[in-house]
């Protein structure tokens, strides 16, 4: 880690949470990972109530639930997300000057808890403190929205305004301030001296390069996955569920909605036969409920050996999210040995096609034909197979193929009597031609 000579580094993590949730996890990770360096590391947090006793020692809490809850009411009335919590910050930074940090890591500072603009002003008049940022997702170069893939906005290149996704997370049911937010995070974000850019994947690294925040360094590291946890895993889950005869298709989600791609997956049941099963892991009670009964629902696995297990004995694990920086459960489950799908322009691609999967172009039937390996018929579940088979000369043979035929289909647009109709009709096969040339002739022969 960072060292200054021999002397102690003072580390700052600010993040929204503190060792739950993916970002949080990866806070405490990195501050064991100090701590064994022989640093001091605190990890400044604002949502998420008592923390774990394991890490308490590295929490230090900015506000209160109280205060989450007035800057979240405040958000959703006016769209300024980041703009509240005037105090809270206040007393934080107070907090801050006393511990005197040499080196600040940042992580998601959106989610009510923190004003932005006190912060960014705080680190450019203390210009001697390492900066790092890593950005989870896009709202750091957005007027409002943390991820646009979904709607195919592209306002944020240099102005956005009139945000298509006002009601989203950080949602909005009144205002539009979009293009003042943008202003405001360009003037804030900007000419912090010393300040370097992390991202889980290139794929929202070349993003931050053609944002306003271009003007960084930006260093693309993944996301870590515990190998020693997540791995092939030997498991009693298909014999607990009945699966033993099906191909298991798998989906795994802390929070299970359309962009995740549940709608997706109710489609895709819908459209494979009694051989497959899809199962989900992470749904709430409500949407186990409302899903098909051609889906096996299951609601949050916490354990990560646990998942692992459901993880090692899926055939295709399938992630459908329209909107990833990273994809973690993507990563896992190839760690796990399972075959990956996902859509394709998120990170998600990237982080398939590294641990061998595949990536397919949005929408249920590219799912289909990627899972089952055939081209999916819209209005039925019957597929037709297309078999080639070289040219042949020998008449019984051919004759044994018109025999074997439930249908045999000429579909030639000129022909002045094609024989083939006239071969298999004798061959007791029904023949299906275009109504051209002497094809009508050739059905009413015989």
Not at 44 to 67: E, W
Not at 282 to 311: C, D, F, N, P
């Amino acid at each position: 880690m960072v060292k200054t000579g021999a002397w102690m580094v003072r580390i700052l993590i600010i993040n929204v949470v503190c060792g739950t949730g993916s970002t949080g996890k990866i806070c405490v990770d990195l501050a064991k990972s100090y701590e064994s360096a022989g640093d001091t590391v605190k990890i400044a947090y604002g949502r998420g109530g008592q923390v774990s006793p394991q890490y308490r020692k590295y929490g230090v809490r900015i506000g209160s639930g109280v205060d989450v809850c007035c800057h979240a009411l405040l958000a959703r009335v006016t769209d300024r997300q980041g703009c509240f919590s005037k105090r809270a910050t206040r007393k934080f930074l107070r907090w801050a000057d006393g511990y005197d940090p040499d080196e600040i890591w940042l992580h998601n500072i959106h989610g009510y808890y923190l004003n932005y603009e006190m912060l960014f002003r705080w680190m450019k008049e203390h210009p001697g403190i390492r900066v790092k940022w890593t950005l989870h997702d896009c709202w750091a170069f957005t007027g409002h929205c943390t991820h646009f893939v979904s709607v195919q906005c592209d306002k944020w290149r240099k102005q956005c305004e009139r945000c298509p996704q006002k009601r989203e997370y950080p949602a909005s049911f009144l205002m539009d301030h979009s293009k003042e937010n943008y202003a405001k995070k360009r003037e804030s974000f900007c000419g912090v001296r010393n300040m370097t850019l992390i991202t889980p994947s290139c794929w929202l690294g070349d993003l931050v390069k053609e944002s306003f925040l271009k003007e960084y360094t930006v260093e693309v590291i993944y996301n870590q996955i515990d190998k020693t946890i997540f791995r092939p895993t030997e498991s009693d889950f298909r014999k607990r569920y009945g699966l033993e005869k099906k191909i298991m298709i798998l989906g795994v989600a802390s929070v299970w909605n359309k962009k995740k791609g549940l709608d997706d997956f109710i489609k895709l049941a819908h459209m494979l036969d009694d051989s497959y099963a899809i199962v989900l892991v992470g749904l709430t009670k409500r949407q186990i409920k409302r899903v098909s009964k051609r889906i096996w629902g299951i609601g949050q696995v916490k354990s990560g050996k646990e998942l692992a297990k459901i993880y090692s004995k899926s055939d295709v694990f399938v992630n459908p999210s329209r909107e990833e920086s990273f994809g973690m459960t993507t990563a896992e489950a190839a760690m796990c040995g399972a075959k990956t799908i996902v859509y394709e322009g998120t990170a998600c691609e990237e982080v398939a096609k590294k641990y061998g999967g595949m990536a397919v172009p949005v929408g249920v039937e590219h799912l289909y034909e990627a899972i089952t390996g055939r081209k999916y018929v819209p209005g039925g579940h019957k597929v037709a197979w297309m078999i080639g088979i070289p040219r042949t000369d020998d008449a019984r043979e051919l004759a044994g193929l018109y025999t074997a035929a439930d249908v045999f289909v000429n579909p030639t647009y000129e022909d002045s009597f094609p024989t083939t109709n006239l071969e298999a009709r004798a061959c007791g096969t029904r023949v299906i031609t275009y109504d051209v040339g002497g094809c009508r002739e050739t059905l009413n022969i015989f």
